[in-house]
């Protein structure tokens, strides 16, 4: 390698880290190519190569390792920049190149003195000069081709460029191969002396390094860094250029190294790029420094319209078509109708190298161009954003608003985030409370811990009604969706603070209240509710009192009460329900539970918000359980089930526990729907998930779920077990003092249940305190529901009468699941009572009822029961065996299953143990059974339990 090559020779990527020395990777096919115009050489004589690319491609680079190939090749190479004297060093490298007492190098010394002596400088080649030349080539390229390269060929000036050609040509039958390189767009300091002396030259276009070759020179600079997703972010932004990889390899070592992911290059600021870019552009052309500046600004990764780039660098639009093309020429900008940099790294090079005063200035100017032309708001919120200083003007507001929600729309949190920021410190009015609220939502979606911490800091800063309602809403749902969250009392402190003097400075209060609402006997927490509503009036009160009607319910010694505190509480605006999630669900409770169903469902409408991105508010959420409620009442169960499901759902995106009073509470309706349903798997499933199978946490508000956790054992024929979670569920009650009747779905199954597991009398006693508190209620619901329980435990044409009248008033009730219930009891009765026809007629109906319900074992039982009334008996060999038992099998078995031992039922009976054995053998012949284990295969059939039970007294 000759001297002045070795000074300049670079590795791929054009300039050599510093302090560090890498490889060279890629150019394969370019070195073949050149390869194969050195052994052309050798038989067509002088042949010409210009090798081109924009800044940074790696010119030098593939010129350096193809003149090491070519010398390994023996070939003698000679290396010179465009600036310097190429002559003059072809000289020295030839002198060099022959022995030293060689007759041409004496030659070329005398001929060099000559040309350029001390006192003499002849501006042509002199002739003896060339002839020397040529003479010392002849000889070097007997058996190898002479490489000349000649580096930055635009460079050179007219003088050297004359004397070359004179030397190339003067050996254009001699195997000589002059490598010429230039930069693309670039205008050469003499064009027409290099276009004369490349005339007829091949050309070899240098693009940037393939994907492959662009991981390959990574795992040289940056050997702990393997990442294909590196590799790929770091060859998109560059374009592959292997100057820009360098650079972009020093600024990774310089950030962390491995700590770097491939999202945080797109914030690279290289001013090694941006200073080679605006300086070779400054000494072209002084306006397309300002235009790659201009289309930095303006142009995201699609780039920009170039009226908007124009506007920008101060040019007509056609000036700055002219001045573009000179950098697509140059490769800086991708030819296209849109203004695009090729290389995503240069813009953040660009932007980084300008003054913050001068950025400011171009996004502003950027943003009032683009909304005066009515472009999109995401285009013009990244012009917003991205200054640090906001214009003095109305119009940011609510472009950046509109930015914002089609981010969310996109899933582009991080863009939705910035333009709220930025909204937030810009907007005023309503605009500033939209934007504020929509930030901590957006906060808290993404870190509910960091939403919490934004609302507080929100909340202390805002003087605003309406948005610190909203923001007491927020962190009232974050408070109340987490189990007793760490730091609660701190987070209280903070909030007492930002509300005090105002109309809700007794939030805090509220939350301590109702935080213990799960654990409290709820007439402590209406004692405790009442002391608070007792002080000035404030904007708690609704919540307050929705919450007082709420626990005045819940113990059932007035509900008439109940449901006016329900009703004022709903009278009030909204804000105020909202300030706490579990005011309005409360409210709209107490009216659902006692058959107010319209009344709920109105409200319902008015409170329910459409769906926005992510998860609901939880007073959303906890509105659904409310409607679900509705709907199963009206007998749709598939609605009420997905509304159910949807809930739970919402429920784990809120981060609230399994073992939470809510969710359990949700999982207990579902549980009732279930089975109604006939889903008896997917019910023990649910309690499997909940952690529900065995031991529930204490508390009162397990009971809806231990109603329908007996139901459930009884539907499986464990009556055992159910007869266990009937007699807690009574603890529980009595220890919060609750009526039990006041539990809706107790007041819906409670009785049968009962009997069920033996408690006649204890289902009869409820029957009747059930129709006390309907008579109070007043809804048609509730007082249909009250006499068709009373009328089922009442049974002759007493109960005939009570179950006609339940009909009647839950058909005006719309209540059609209970009404299929108190259909299916009335044939039930009316079969007992040697009215078979109308029998018949009640259980079809109540079949189509159930049916049309989705409550498939209601209307299974129903067609089983059909079945006996119509000795259609033959299909079913335990039906058709249940009819067959004596009074004495069947009493013996009632007991059997209700988990009673021999030893008992023969006491009970007034039997013997053989007896008892006696009888239970023949009824498990009959009915096809082996024992007491296929207990649960019996109860498959949905109707034979009514069928077995009918017309058995229970022992006293």
Not at 219 to 240: E, K, Q, V, Y
Not at 327 to 345: C, G, I, Q, Y
Not at 740 to 748: D, E, G, L, N, P
Not at 831 to 858: I, M, Q, W, Y
Request: aromatic share 2%; net charge neutral; hydrophobic share 45%.
């Amino acid at each position: 390698m000759n001297e002045e090559f070795s000074k300049r020779g670079e590795t791929e990527g054009v300039h050599r880290p510093r302090g560090q020395s890498h490889g060279f990777v890629g150019r394969q096919h370019e070195l073949r190519l050149l390869d194969q115009a050195r052994r052309d050489s050798m038989t067509t004589g002088l042949v010409r190569y210009v090798v081109e690319g924009e800044l940074g491609v790696g010119r030098t680079a593939l010129l350096y390792a193809f003149a090491l190939a070519a010398r390994r090749l023996g070939s003698t190479t000679v290396h010179f920049h465009g600036s310097k004297q190429p002559c003059g060093l072809l000289v020295r490298a030839l002198a060099r190149s022959l022995p030293a007492d060689s007759v041409h190098v004496a030659e070329l010394h005398a001929a060099s003195e000559r040309q350029w002596g001390r006192h003499t400088a002849l501006p042509n080649l002199d002739t003896a000069l060339v002839s020397a030349v040529r003479a010392a080539i002849v000889h070097l390229t007997v058996t190898a081709p002479l490489i000349l390269i000649m580096d930055h060929a635009d460079q050179a000036d007219d003088t050297a460029l004359a004397h070359l050609r004179s030397v190339v040509e003067a050996c254009a039958d001699l195997p000589v191969l002059l490598v010429a390189s230039l930069r693309l767009g670039e205008p050469p300091q003499a064009p027409t002396a290099v276009a004369q002396l490349l005339s007829g030259a091949q050309r070899l276009t240098l693009d940037g390094l393939s994907p492959a070759e662009t991981a390959a020179l990574l795992g040289i600079l940056l050997p702990r860094l393997r990442d294909s997703a590196f590799s790929a972010a770091c060859h998109r932004l560059t374009a592959g250029n292997p100057f820009m990889l360098v650079e972009l390899a020093r600024w990774v070592r310089d950030n962390g190294g491995a700590a770097v992911r491939p999202e945080h290059l797109d914030t690279a600021v290289l001013p090694v790029v941006a200073d080679l870019i605006t300086g070779r552009l400054s000494r072209i052309d002084p306006a397309a420094g300002r235009l790659i500046r201009a289309i930095a600004v303006a142009g995201g990764r699609d780039g920009a319209e170039p009226p908007l780039v124009a506007h920008l660098c101060g040019m007509t639009t056609g000036e700055t078509l002219i001045t573009a093309d000179l950098l697509v020429r140059m490769r800086l900008v991708a030819d296209d109708d849109m203004v695009r940099l090729r290389h995503p790294l240069l813009r953040t090079a660009l932007i980084g190298g300008m003054s913050r005063m001068a950025r400011n200035a171009a996004h502003l100017a950027a943003a009032t161009f683009l909304h005066e032309r009515h472009a999109p708001a995401s285009r013009i919120a990244d012009h917003l954003t991205a200054s640090a200083v906001s214009l003095d003007d109305s119009w940011p507001a609510s472009v950046l608003l509109d930015a914002a929600a089609s981010a969310l729309a996109a899933q582009d949190t991080t863009a939705a985030a910035r333009c709220l920021e930025h909204a937030v410190r810009v907007a005023t009015g309503d605009e500033r409370r939209v934007a504020v609220l929509a930030l901590v939502d957006l906060r808290i979606r993404l870190d509910q811990g960091n939403g919490l911490a934004q609302a507080i800091e929100a909340l202390a800063e805002t003087a605003d009604a309406a948005t610190r309602s909203s923001l007491l809403r927020r962190i009232g749902s974050l408070l109340h969706g987490a189990d007793r969250p760490e730091g609660e009392q701190r987070v209280l402190e903070a909030v007492a603070a930002a509300v005090a003097g105002t109309a809700v400075a007794e939030w805090p209060r509220l939350h301590r209240i109702l935080a213990d609402l799960h654990d409290a006997p709820p007439a402590v927490t209406a004692e405790r509710l009442g002391e608070l509503l007792e002080g000035p009036p404030g904007g708690l009160r609704a919540a307050a009192t929705a919450a007082a009607a709420f626990c005045r319910h819940l113990t059932g010694d007035d509900p008439r009460a109940a449901v006016e505190g329900a009703r004022g509480a709903l009278a009030c605006g909204t804000e105020e329900l909202y300030l706490h999630p579990l005011a309005l669900a409360a409210a709209l409770t107490v009216l659902v539970d006692n058959g107010y169903q319209e009344e709920a469902t109105a409200h319902l409408r008015r409170h329910t918000e459409p769906d926005s991105p992510g998860s609901q508010p939880l007073h959303q959420v906890l509105l659904l359980p409310v409607a679900a409620h509705h709907v199963r009442t009206r007998g749709q169960l598939s609605s009420a089930r997905d509304q159910l499901e949807d809930c739970l759902a919402h429920l784990v995106r809120h981060g609230v526990s399994p073992v939470h009073p809510i969710r359990l509470d949700v999982v207990g309706q579902l549980l009732d729907v279930l089975i109604c349903q006939g889903e008896h798997n997917r019910a023990k499933e649910l309690l499997r998930q909940g952690r529900c199978a065995q031991n529930l946490p204490p508390g009162w508000r397990y009971r809806d779920l231990l109603v329908c956790r007996a139901r459930l054992w009884a539907a499986e024929g464990d009556l055992a077990r159910a007869a266990r979670d009937l007699a807690e569920l009574r603890d529980r009650n009595e220890a919060a003092g609750l009526r039990a009747v006041s539990a809706a779905s107790w007041r819906a199954h409670g009785v049968e249940l009962l009997e069920q597991v033996g408690q006649s009398e204890q289902a009869a006693e409820l029957a009747r305190d059930q129709l006390r508190y309907a008579e109070t209620i007043g809804s048609p619901q509730e007082r249909g529901r009250a006499r068709w329980v009373l009328g089922r435990v009442s049974g002759g044409t007493e109960g005939e009468r009570l179950l006609r009248t339940a009909v009647r008033l839950l058909e005006e009730a719309k209540g059609e699941l209970d009404l299929a219930y108190a259909l299916g009891d009335m044939g039930t009765l009316l079969n007992r009572l040697d009215r078979p026809k109308e029998a018949v007629a009640a259980l079809t109906r109540a079949v189509r009822l159930a049916s049309s319900c989705g409550a498939r074992s209601l209307a299974e039982r129903g067609r089983q029961q059909l079945a006996a009334a119509s000795d259609r008996t033959h299909q079913d060999f335990s039906l058709r065996g249940v009819l067959t038992l004596s009074p004495r099998e069947r009493q013996t078995l009632i007991d059997a299953m209700r988990g009673r031992t021999n030893e008992r039922i023969a006491a009970a009976r007034r039997i013997t143990r053989r007896t008892v054995e006696l009888h239970l053998s023949s009824a498990y012949r009959k009915l096809g059974i082996t024992g007491r284990r296929d207990f649960p295969q019996l109860f498959r059939n949905p109707g034979l339990w009514p069928l077995l039970t009918d017309g058995v007294p229970d022992p006293r």
